[in-house]
């Protein structure tokens, strides 16, 4: 069955420096999210991409973010200059339209000491 | 309350007990769907119910959407020890970006 890998699955950093998660999305599918949930809060939506542009944004997606589809295949999320509060699990999604059933990744936990 | 709130906040059942877990959400929706994430773990895609559809069933798995009322309720029955996580529901803006809004979540165990 088709389904969206991150890698890593762990990444630590120090505050400051850059952090790039990358993520596999399902080969078919068109639409591009990335989601982080801090520690037992709930899960938070970062940024939508579709058409090789984001389609929107939350705010928490600052300057420090970006993302990219650099080929046909990886969907990346930098965070340029890490901070304390940056640490938490980011899950990297897709779905087929922008109404339909969004599947999820296993996560990469960042952790920045 | 916020878009997508969960309750209750915690479960506790016995195996073969019937689960129900609620959400509310406060704009309108083009659907609602439901996660279950256990402990650590990603998010795993248990259903989809459009806002044009009240009921909606897949395996032990029965979810209710009240537009109305803007809510929502998933009912797993004759639960199992496998069944414990956390269980989230996710709605859309009607934006068609596909952005999700999730609740807070409802934790799920299933006493053995």
């Known amino acids: 069955e088709p389904e969206v890998t991150q890698t890593p699955s762990h990444q630590v950093t120090q505050m400051g420096q850059e952090v790039i998660l990358r993520c596999v999305p399902i080969?078919?599918?068109?639409?591009f999210y990335w989601y982080r949930q801090i520690l037992g809060q709930k899960v938070e939506f970062l940024v939508s991409?579709?058409?090789?542009?984001?389609?929107?944004k939350s705010e928490i997606f600052d300057d420090q973010f970006s993302v990219e589809r650099p080929d046909g295949s990886n969907f990346t999320l930098k965070i340029r200059s890490t901070k304390l509060e940056d640490s938490a699990m980011y899950f990297c999604?897709?779905?087929?339209?922008?109404?339909?059933?969004?599947?999820f990744g296993q996560g990469t936990r960042l952790t920045v000491v | 309350s916020q878009q997508g709130e969960e309750d209750p906040q915690a479960l506790s059942i016995q195996e073969g007990e019937n689960a129900t877990m609620n959400c509310s959400y406060k704009?309108?929706?083009?659907?609602l769907q439901w996660y279950r994430q256990n402990s650590g773990r990603g998010l795993v895609h248990l259903i989809l119910?459009?806002?044009?559809?009240r009921e909606k069933h897949s395996g032990r798995l029965r979810v209710t959407l009240d537009t109305s009322k803007k809510s929502s309720s998933l009912l797993i029955t004759a639960s199992r020890a496998a069944d414990t996580a956390s269980y989230f529901c996710?709605?859309?803006?009607?934006?068609?970006?596909?952005?999700?809004?999730f609740g807070q979540g409802t934790t799920l165990q299933v006493k053995p």
């Open positions: 999604a897709s779905s087929a339209q922008g109404s339909t059933e969004a599947f």
């Open positions: 080969s078919n599918h068109l639409y």
């Open positions: 991409f579709y058409n090789n542009e984001i389609s929107e």
């Open positions: 704009t309108s929706i083009n659907n």
């Open positions: 119910i459009r806002s044009n559809e």
């Open positions: 996710a709605t859309d803006d009607s934006s068609n970006t596909g952005k999700l809004i």
